[in-house]
């Protein structure tokens, strides 16, 4: 499950921390894990335990808590639309329903071809953009009618791997 390599990761990520607070690398581990095998498993959160010396439900709760983590395996491309108070008075909900509609899916579920997941999210902090949204936890993308939601659509189209 968790091989040489993702291991010296882990060593570097824990030895940031006092000796005996390794469990404060948790959130590292299991963004290591999370970018080597695309999401974080039941058996890679115990394997991260094991590594921390720490009871599995702490991890758990850890991956659980974050809606960066994915606790399943995603479409190459996760959508995660704010649906919060100020991203809904601005279309927040419109968005992510035309964004299900456009990829046939419903709320929190992946195309047939694996492309993309599409997400309601919790607040990303930029709501005079509204609506906003995150792509794959790392690029935010803003003011988003339909027009560039299927602009941004089909430019993810055409940039699958």
């Excluded at 649906?83 to 899916?105: E, I, K, S």
């Excluded at 794959?136 to 027009?147: C, G, H, K, Y």
């Amino acid at each position: 499950m968790i091989g040489d390599t993702t291991r010296a990761r882990f060593a570097k990520e824990v030895a940031k921390y006092p000796a005996d607070q390794a469990q404060s690398a948790v959130m590292a581990c299991l963004a290591i894990v999370q970018q080597e095998q695309g999401h974080v498993s039941p058996e890679s959160e115990k394997a991260i335990a094991e590594y921390l010396g720490m009871p599995p439900i702490a991890v758990h709760e850890v991956t659980t808590f974050y809606n960066m983590y994915n606790q399943q395996p995603l479409g190459q491309f996760k959508l995660n639309v704010c649906t919060n108070l100020p991203c809904q008075l601005r279309d927040g909900q419109q968005a992510l329903d035309h964004l299900c509609h456009r990829l046939g899916v419903e709320e929190g579920g992946t195309t047939a071809d694996g492309l993309f997941t599409v997400q309601k999210s919790e607040c990303l902090g930029a709501c005079a953009d509204a609506p906003v949204m995150l792509v794959n936890d790392r690029q935010m993308v803003s003011f988003m009618s339909n027009a560039r939601l299927d602009e941004l659509v089909e430019t993810l189209k055409a940039a699958k791997a």
